[in-house]
């Protein structure tokens, strides 16, 4: 336990390392843009999305699993929660339903997986054609919009603006990060996930049920990107059914970013947190210092790779 802890320890340390370079190589790259509020509202707003999702899928990837249906279900259930809506004309119930939505399409997953012993990967993917198809087929290819919603309450508790500074989706990543580290690290269930991604025959000697804990992780993985979707949606008053497009790598990139490794059996919360917060920064940073934004994909691929070699050498050390 104490060497996982320093390990732990470690690459916490390396990837707040990484992400002070990069921060202080945009400062010194565009001082006017990174000195400036306006780039960290823009930051508050947009980063939650896929942050979220990374945090949750935080969880699968310390299992020794991946998930990659997640911008599917992100899509599907934001089209629940558009459709419920404007059925309804009740946020809260459109948000209900949306969650319930992505909680069955996780569980299918974690059943899949479990039951019928399939590789996490490919079952993953072809659950994310599944659900793209289906929203596809139900929406029509057409978006709806989301513009009454900001009459609700609900409205200015998910995407709403404290004091008309602050987006409200920063507190939901937070908040989160906050439950999911309290879990992985306090709880019985949080021990349980990391002995199923460090030695699933030695975890079963133990006692713990493996099937169980990750028909778990991946019911909440459909959850998380479900609110995610809602979130998404609401800040742009408008459901697209292309939604959860373009979330993919960003989302794997920050949880492999933050020190969590494909084999599985270690990770943190906090690395994935400031993975997220790097990955965000990106390409406004490759932009603000003159760059293309055709430089983005490379420099992402870049820090990724040189990270989890970094995490590596640490890790053997």
Same mark, same amino acid.
């Given at each position: 336990?104490?060497? $996982?802890?320093?390990?732990?320890?470690?690459?916490?340390?390396?990837?707040?390392?990484?992400?002070?370079?990069?921060?202080?190589?945009?400062?010194?790259? $565009?001082?006017?843009?990174?000195?400036?509020?306006?780039?960290?509202?823009?930051?508050?707003?947009?980063?939650?999305?896929?942050? /979220?999702?990374?945090?949750?899928?935080?969880?699968?990837?310390?299992?020794?699993?991946?998930?990659?249906?997640?911008?599917?279900?992100?899509?599907?259930?934001?089209?629940?929660?558009?459709?419920?809506?404007?059925?309804?004309?009740?946020?809260?119930?459109?948000?209900?339903?949306?969650?319930?939505?992505?909680?069955?399409?996780?569980?299918?997953?974690?059943?899949? /997986?479990?039951?019928?012993?399939?590789?996490?990967?490919?079952?993953?993917?072809?659950?994310?054609?599944?659900?793209?198809?289906?929203?596809?087929?139900?929406?029509?290819?057409?978006?709806?919009?989301?513009?009454?919603?900001?009459?609700?309450?609900?409205?200015?508790?998910?995407?709403?603006?404290?004091?008309?500074?602050?987006?409200?989706?920063?507190?939901?990543?937070?908040?989160?990060?906050?439950?999911?580290?309290?879990?992985?690290?306090?709880?019985?269930?949080?021990?349980?996930?990391?002995?199923?991604?460090?030695?699933?025959?030695?975890?079963?000697?133990?006692?713990?049920?493996?099937?169980?804990?990750?028909?778990?992780?991946?019911?909440?993985?459909?959850?998380?990107?479900?609110?995610?979707?809602?979130?998404?949606?609401?800040?742009?008053?408008?459901?697209?059914?292309?939604?959860?497009?373009?979330?993919?790598?960003?989302?794997?990139?920050?949880?492999?970013?933050?020190?969590?490794?494909?084999?599985?059996?270690?990770?943190? /919360?906090?690395?994935?947190?400031?993975?997220?917060?790097?990955?965000?920064?990106?390409?406004?940073?490759?932009?603000?210092?003159?760059?293309?934004?055709?430089?983005?994909?490379?420099?992402?691929?870049?820090?990724?790779?040189?990270?989890?070699?970094?995490?590596?050498?640490?890790?053997?050390?």
């Amino acid at each position: 336990m104490e060497s $996982n802890t320093l390990r732990e320890s470690k690459t916490q340390i390396s990837v707040s390392v990484v992400f002070l370079a990069i921060l202080l190589l945009f400062i010194i790259g $565009n001082p006017a843009t990174f000195l400036s509020m306006r780039i960290y509202y823009s930051f508050m707003v947009s980063v939650p999305f896929f942050a /979220i999702m990374a945090l949750s899928l935080t969880l699968i990837v310390i299992c020794g699993e991946i998930d990659l249906s997640f911008p599917a279900i992100m899509g599907f259930s934001g089209f629940i929660f558009t459709t419920v809506f404007h059925f309804s004309g009740s946020v809260g119930f459109a948000l209900l339903l949306c969650i319930l939505a992505g909680l069955g399409a996780g569980l299918l997953n974690g059943l899949l /997986i479990v039951k019928l012993q399939l590789p996490s990967l490919v079952t993953t993917l072809g659950t994310q054609f599944f659900w793209t198809g289906v929203t596809m087929v139900l929406s029509g290819g057409l978006g709806k919009t989301l513009v009454p919603t900001r009459e609700s309450v609900l409205y200015n508790m998910l995407v709403g603006r404290i004091g008309g500074i602050i987006p409200v989706q920063i507190l939901w990543m937070v908040f989160f990060a906050v439950i999911l580290w309290v879990v992985l690290n306090r709880h019985r269930f949080g021990a349980h996930i990391y002995f199923t991604g460090d030695n699933p025959a030695s975890a079963r000697v133990m006692g713990v049920n493996i099937n169980r804990v990750k028909t778990i992780v991946f019911t909440q993985m459909g959850a998380f990107a479900a609110f995610a979707g809602v979130l998404s949606s609401l800040e742009v008053v408008y459901f697209w059914p292309t939604l959860g497009q373009g979330y993919l790598l960003r989302t794997i990139a920050a949880v492999f970013l933050g020190g969590t490794p494909v084999e599985g059996g270690i990770g943190t /919360i906090y690395g994935t947190f400031i993975g997220a917060l790097i990955i965000g920064k990106l390409e406004a940073g490759i932009i603000a210092m003159g760059m293309h934004g055709f430089w983005t994909q490379l420099i992402y691929g870049l820090i990724v790779v040189v990270s989890i070699a970094m995490h590596s050498i640490l890790r053997r050390r």
